[in-house]
């Protein structure tokens, strides 16, 4: 499982796994974190909140880095299973 803290305080394994620098993701953050929030406040719920499985990737930044990662690499889902858990 990647150490998602280690690369995210080291901008030279940031840039290598996301294309950006580290301040060009904290710059990023609070806006996909606005988005994620207005997308979850729009869905009609078949659950109440709170049910159903808890998520991996708790944090924002967290969330942002594997969207990233993702569309950088394209990574079959066997191997974000993998690096994420």
Do not use: H
């Not at 942002?64 to 889902?77: A, D, G, N, Q, V």
């Amino acid at each position: 499982m990647l150490n998602l803290e280690k690369i995210l305080k080291q901008d030279r394994q940031i840039r290598a796994t996301t294309w950006l620098t580290r301040q060009a993701f904290e710059a990023l953050l609070p806006s996909f974190e606005e988005a994620y929030q207005q997308t979850l406040a729009k869905k009609r719920r078949w659950r109440a909140a709170g049910g159903g499985r808890k998520a991996t990737l708790r944090s924002g930044a967290d969330k942002l880095f594997f969207i990233l990662l993702y569309c950088k690499c394209y990574p079959t889902f066997d191997l974000m299973s993998v690096l994420f858990g």
